[in-house]
């Protein structure tokens, strides 16, 4: 099932306190330059995890408003080009006013709902927004009407005797099926040392398969350990995925739990974030500031990601690779279009990330 929001969608209920959320108005981002790549965002403000509508005229991502007091992160809409912002989703309750609120890593069904990563924490503070939340949870709710949306289930959860602390690559794999990746989140020690220097990090541990509404039903999906990313084809029944540390790209028919090997970027580097459309797929390849194994601080294997990588597009059936590198830039990210034919990820520059446009040759 694709990432992708559903054209027709008018808001999103997120709030699982009971309150519906409206649609506010806020300044434009222009498209800039011409060409391939082409930064799309440059509003000061952080933008992530970009996702395409299922017919591919807009794109669609999560926003840190810098204009809003409490620092919200809010779902925002683009034309397929960049352009003005064609549409927000924030959270606008009272209850809301006084903490910093995140949307995060949308997951539409065909049918109109849509899945989504939300949170609440301390105002101002995105960072302890993920650690220190008051709330944290996997939500679902319908993109065809102001309607409340529910939590499935909070954050952290606990699978047989791990217990996941984040969760990101959320999709769907039939209408009463979900899948998504069980995530380490939290400050950790980069260097076994007195006093150690502490970061931010959110490592894939598992990809978790369950029923819609039954938490109990959840499976870690064999050979996943340590899993980097998570995309199931629009048949639902195909799991691509990448392990940590590891420069392949997994297939796994979900009828079957069988994998395979689809593809290896060999000594091009560690490869995450896949996603693929027909046959061709994209991910995130190598980079100077992607790193794996044993933290002793977590006592798990974790795989740091700070900057992403370069965006490699492969040819499933001539089994052909294309680099989109762009010196001095790197990207996480990876959103492709229905058809296939572009590309938008995130890259890091002046302290914030913003979004570039990749036409794929």
């Not at 650690?131 to 009407?145: D, E, F, K, N």
């Not at 970061?199 to 109990?216: E, M, N, T, W, Y």
């Not at 639902?236 to 940590?244: A, C, F, H, V």
């Amino acid at each position: 099932m694709r990432r992708a929001l559903l054209l027709g969608a008018v808001l999103v209920a997120a709030c699982d306190h009971g309150h519906a959320m409206r649609v506010p108005t806020f300044g434009s981002v222009d498209p800039r330059g011409s060409g391939s790549p082409t930064p799309l965002t440059l509003s000061g403000g952080s933008d992530h995890w970009p996702a395409w509508l299922a017919d591919g005229s807009a794109i669609v991502y999560s926003a840190e408003r810098l204009d809003r007091p409490d620092r919200d992160w809010c779902l925002a809409f683009l034309p397929p080009s960049g352009g003005r912002i064609t549409r927000t989703i924030c959270e606008n309750t009272l209850a809301g006013v006084d903490s910093t609120d995140t949307y995060q890593s949308a997951a539409p069904a065909n049918d109109g709902r849509v899945l989504f990563a939300r949170s609440s924490g301390r105002r101002g503070d995105a960072a302890a927004t993920e650690q220190q939340a008051r709330s944290r949870g996997l939500m679902v709710g319908s993109l065809r009407g102001p309607l409340d949306a529910r939590q499935l289930f909070s954050i952290p959860f606990t699978v047989g005797a791990v217990t996941y602390t984040g969760l990101s690559q959320i999709d769907w794999a039939g209408p009463a099926t979900i899948v998504y990746r069980a995530d380490f989140l939290g400050l950790l020690c980069l260097v076994p040392v007195p006093n150690c220097p502490q970061a931010f990090v959110q490592s894939g541990l598992a990809i978790i398969r369950q029923s819609l509404d039954d938490p109990a039903t959840r499976e870690v999906l064999p050979g996943t350990d340590y899993a980097s990313s998570a995309w199931v084809a629009d048949d639902g029944g195909t799991l691509y995925y990448t392990l940590g540390g590891d420069s392949r790209v997994y297939r796994m028919d979900l009828a079957t739990l069988g994998s395979s090997v689809v593809h290896d970027f060999g000594a091009a580097g560690i490869a995450r974030d896949v996603q693929v459309r027909g046959t061709r797929l994209v991910a995130v390849v190598g980079g100077s500031a992607v790193s794996y194994g044993f933290n002793v601080s977590v006592a798990t294997n974790i795989q740091i990601d700070s900057l992403g990588g370069d965006i490699r597009v492969v040819d499933l059936l001539a089994g052909t690779e294309t680099s989109l590198a762009v010196p001095g830039l790197l990207f996480r990210h990876p959103a492709l279009s229905p058809a296939g034919d572009r590309v938008v990820a995130e890259s890091r520059s002046a302290g914030s990330w913003d979004l570039w446009l990749f036409e794929v040759p």
